[in-house]
């Protein structure tokens, strides 16, 4: 049991302790391990949705408008949101400040913004574990949001049981989405700000890039693609339902389950990888710069090192 009884008052729904566990996770506190291992139990019972696309596209004004139409089914609602460590993230967290303040209030609601790289499990790990602690403390719903730019941001949202990419008219999203293999993770499609002039253009784009897709690999979920205002709400309404729809299409067809199971594999995966990958490093930087030496020097080539790099450690 964690000294101070805090993963009891997490369980038993205290907001500050939940706080605290978020933060000792960020830390890479050494109690955090156990933590981990206290609260996992009592997680899972939660809806998990991954809201990504490129800076500004207008997610966290739709998370906002999502977290009242859910706060009005009484539900409870987390948010993890993932900054990439850029330099507008500072602009950013206090944008979402002022986006979100309406829910900073609400014991409902908890909403974190997840910083740093190089982190044990690297950005994916830190912002999964801290969702586990949201699930843990009672959230019905756990939202992360993500910049999707890199292939760490897909690992963040892919986590998730339902995908949505949201894109904004008029800025080649589409395509660049389409390039950074964030296309193929999305379950639904927000096109935000649908006061555009180039919104419906933006649509068919998507749509057509999708009707593609669909030729090569058919799947029997075809993604819906929803038109939204993230700063009047217009639309959100219907991309909650279409996130229910993929839920219940998940349900029936078993996979829910199964894709689950694939995140949970690939999060023990890429959890023991970091750890390998740092632990090579810490020991090239320790012991073993001897065996570099013979590499520089063309004694010893790349891929003997690595395998007795690999074996010791
Ligand atoms: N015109 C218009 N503006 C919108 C709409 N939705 C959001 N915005 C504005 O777009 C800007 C960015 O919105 P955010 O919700 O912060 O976007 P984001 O995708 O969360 O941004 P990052 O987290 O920084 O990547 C804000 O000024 C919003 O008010 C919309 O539907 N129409
Ligand atoms: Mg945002």
């Known amino acids: ?36 291992a206290e609260i996992y139990p009592k997680s899972g019972d939660a809806v998990t949705i991954g809201f990504t696309g490129p ?47 309406d829910h900073f209030l609400d014991p409902g609601v908890f909403i974190r913004s997840m910083g740093s790289r190089g982190h044990l499990g690297g950005l994916a790990g830190g912002s999964r574990l801290a969702a586990l602690a949201m699930e843990a403390y009672g959230c019905d719903v756990v939202l992360y949001e993500t910049v999707g730019v890199g292939q760490g941001e897909v690992e963040v949202a892919s ?19 389409l390039k950074a293999g964030v296309m193929e993770i999305a379950d639904v499609f927000c096109i935000n700000k649908a006061d555009h002039p180039q919104a419906k253009g933006a649509a068919s784009e998507v749509r057509s890039i999708l009707e593609i897709g669909h030729e090569l690999d058919p799947d029997p979920w075809f993604p819906p693609i929803v038109m939204t205002r993230g700063d009047t709400g217009e639309g959100v309404e219907e991309l909650k ?43 090239l930087d320790r012991e073993d710069t001897e065996i570099m030496e013979q590499v520089y020097v063309r004694d010893l080539d790349p891929i003997s090192a690595s395998e007795r790099i690999f074996k010791e450690v």
Do not use: C
């Open 241 to 283: 339902e279409t996130i229910e729809k993929h839920r219940s299409y998940l349900k029936e067809s078993g996979k829910l389950e199964e894709r689950r199971r694939a995140a949970l594999r690939e999060f023990v995966v890429s959890w023991a990888t970091n750890r390998l990958e740092k632990e090579m490093h810490e020991r």
């Open 159 to 177: 986590a998730a049981d339902t995908v949505v990419l949201a894109l904004q008219p008029g800025a080649g999203d589409a395509v660049q989405a």
């Open 55 to 101: 800076p500004g596209v207008g997610k966290s004004s739709i998370i906002a408008k999502l977290i009242k139409l859910y706060r009005e089914e009484d539900k409870t609602v987390g948010v993890v949101s993932v900054d990439p460590s850029s330099p507008f993230s500072k602009g950013a967290i206090l944008g979402d400040r002022i986006r979100l303040s």
């Open 1 to 36: 049991m964690s000294s101070d009884g805090l993963v009891e008052r997490l369980l038993s729904g205290d907001k500050r302790a939940l706080a605290r566990v978020i933060s000792k996770i960020e830390r890479e506190d050494p109690e955090a391990k156990e933590i981990v």
